[in-house]
């Protein structure tokens, strides 16, 4: 039996940018996709209840909306929110149809010492915690804020690349089908590790999104807000 076909909207960065998060849930709705992902930085070091005010935009799209929390999002983001239609993956693992989707939030240390930043043996517990929970009869779809390390979507405008080992080593074992992440805002691109489509949609506060379509075969689209 083939997958059942989904459309998705990935999106990422919005640093508190209230149009951009308007936008992208007025284009999932006009554009009848089945979910929103959400690879972290809904805010810029604003409040817990400044980010769930954006969630709760997101999902008046009526898609649900699975999310990780990101380095400036605040801390209390890493526990979840209560919103109908909205989940959090990080550390988890939650089924929409025949995908299995697992998350991780935050980013390894880095020298702006910002909210959510973890250690890449956390990371990887964490994500080890997530696959733990995983129906392995679905296919596995990875959300991360962190890029995987040593790839097109982690190198900063200087060339560096600063993405997650762990997240990288978790590709790497697991083999998901899909990992769309966020973080490094020039780093926006599709690329591979083996098997896996790997996407970074770049700054949603610069007006920039993906779409994705899951089929038998995975196709991923850079697109605008």
Known sequence: MGLMAMRLLAVTDFHGATTAIRRASEKAAKEKLDLIIVCGDV?????????K??????????????FVPGNCDPSELVQGVRIRGVSNLHGTCKVQNDLC??????SPPSPFFTLNEFSEERILGTLENAYGEVDETKKLILVS???????????TSLGKHVGS???RR???????????CGHIHEARGVDRLGSTAMVNPGPASRGYCAKI????????????L
Do not use: W
């Not at 989707?101 to 935050?106: K, R």
């Open 213 to 224: 379509a899951i089929s038998r075969k995975i196709n991923v689209q850079l697109d605008v």
């Open 165 to 167: 080992r762990a997240v």
């Open 145 to 155: 804020h962190s890029p995987p390390y040593n790839t097109r979507l982690d190198a």
């Open 101 to 106: 989707f697992v998350g991780v939030g935050g």
């Open 170 to 180: 978790f590709i790497e074992d697991k083999k998901p089908i899909l990992a769309v």
């Open 43 to 51: 805010t810029h070091f604003g409040s817990y209840d400044l980010a």
């Open 53 to 66: 005010e954006f969630l709760k935009l997101l999902a008046k799209s009526k898609c649900p909306v699975l």
